[in-house]
């Protein structure tokens, strides 16, 4: 069965661009919940996406948005970046994150902003 | 101050030494994970406690709802279980984390 696969791996943008991050989560699960790790801020809850609807909302400006897909594919977009937004984005999935099922975690997308 | 508290920050032990980690929690929670990650990024989640205790190979987690504290064991440690532990507790849909634990163990 095939993990959780975020794409892109690395990637550097531009102050004032936006990005665009995907992640393809394990097949048959509806839930897929994004997080933000930086070295100051640790591990931060984004927001949460099941069955194609935002579920849950992490306390992050608008510029920080998602979608997910019929397919339970997702997407976050950041638009405007900042240099602060330069972090380490992770994608988890599950049957069900709030069911108590076992969360797994893709393995990131590096973000460098300049 | 936190909702999630973490103990301690780093931690060195020899190979074969009995391993505790503790996470204290201020905000009810419908769950609390127990999260191990490696240099290079990938997370994997090691326990979702709700009541009680789980145990996983030389993996032991425990959690006390009324005292609003978990602990995580590792018995016979090894190096190979050098990593960041990280605590985490679901809370109304929202997930809220420890700064981590930084384990290293020498051989």
């Known amino acids: 069965k095939a993990g959780v696969t975020q794409t892109p791996r690395y990637l550097i943008k531009t102050r004032g661009q936006q990005v665009t991050l995907s992640c393809s989560p394990i097949?048959?699960?509806?839930?897929v919940s994004w997080y933000q790790q930086t070295p100051g801020q640790g591990l931060q809850f984004l927001f949460e996406?099941?069955?194609?609807?935002?579920?849950n909302k992490g306390n992050f400006p608008g510029r920080f948005s998602g979608r997910q897909f019929s397919n339970s594919r997702s997407e976050m977009n950041v638009s405007t970046l900042e240099l602060g937004d330069s972090a380490l984005y992770l994608c988890?999935?599950?049957?069900?994150?709030?069911?108590?099922?076992?969360?797994?975690f893709g393995e990131g997308s590096w973000l460098t902003v300049v | 101050k936190n909702e999630v508290e973490q103990s301690p920050q780093n931690l060195t032990a020899q190979e074969g030494e009995f391993i505790t980690i503790n996470c204290s929690y201020s905000v009810g929670i419908s769950a609390l994970h127990w999260l191990q990650q490696h240099p290079g990024g990938g997370i994997v989640s090691l326990f979702m406690?709700?009541?009680g205790k789980k145990k996983h190979g030389r993996l032991i987690a425990t959690i006390n709802i009324q005292e609003k504290h978990s602990s995580l064991h590792i018995t016979a440690s090894h190096p190979r279980d050098s990593a960041v532990y990280i605590c985490a507790v679901t809370n109304a849909g929202k997930s809220t984390f420890g700064d981590g634990t930084t384990l290293t163990v020498k051989p």
């Open positions: 988890a999935s599950s049957s069900d994150r709030l069911s108590g099922n076992t969360i797994y």
């Open positions: 996406y099941f069955s194609e609807t935002q579920r």
């Open positions: 097949s048959g699960h509806r839930s």
């Open positions: 406690l709700s009541s």
